[in-house]
Nanobody, 124 residues
Framework: VHLIESGGGTVQAGGSLRLSCAVSERTRSKYAMGWFRQVSGKAREFVAVISWTAGSRTYADSAKGRFTISRDNAENTVHLQMNSLKPEDTGLYSC??????????????????WGQGTQVTVSS
């Protein structure tokens, strides 16, 4: 499974960005997809996750009400719409794929595949 993120950039506080994660067409497995943020020198931090069917979503407290995760399985893409961005949202955003289907995984160790990430910088 190959994951490629895009959509990062530099925005002012209060602005919006839409991140995308393209999933390789070779996979036919059913993966939950998550977004994580990492700041230099710190561990990966959970942001949001969506189930294979898109019927379930979970967000980090810091993302609730501002971020929306969605997926289009026909297009093999996952999106993270980020509104009302804050400087503390700055980091490298990576998408991950998890084969767990009994609950929504929020721990990075539960994800088998990762993309390289896309940088998001929010200026004050």
């Amino acid at each position: 499974v190959h994951l490629i993120e895009s959509g990062g950039g530099t925005v002012q506080a209060g602005g919006s960005l839409r991140l995308s994660c393209a999933v390789s067409e070779r996979t036919r497995s059913k993966y939950a997809m998550g977004w994580f943020r990492q700041v230099s020198g710190k561990a990966r931090e959970f942001v949001a996750v969506i189930s294979w069917t898109a019927g379930s979503r979970t967000y980090a407290d810091s993302a609730k009400g501002r971020f929306t995760i969605s997926r289009d399985n026909a297009e093999n893409t996952v999106h993270l719409q980020m509104n009302s961005l804050k400087p503390e949202d700055t980091g490298l955003y990576s998408c991950g794929a998890s084969s767990i289907d009994t609950f929504l995984p929020v721990a990075p160790r539960l994800y088998e595949y990762w993309g390289q990430g896309t940088q998001v910088t929010v200026s004050s």
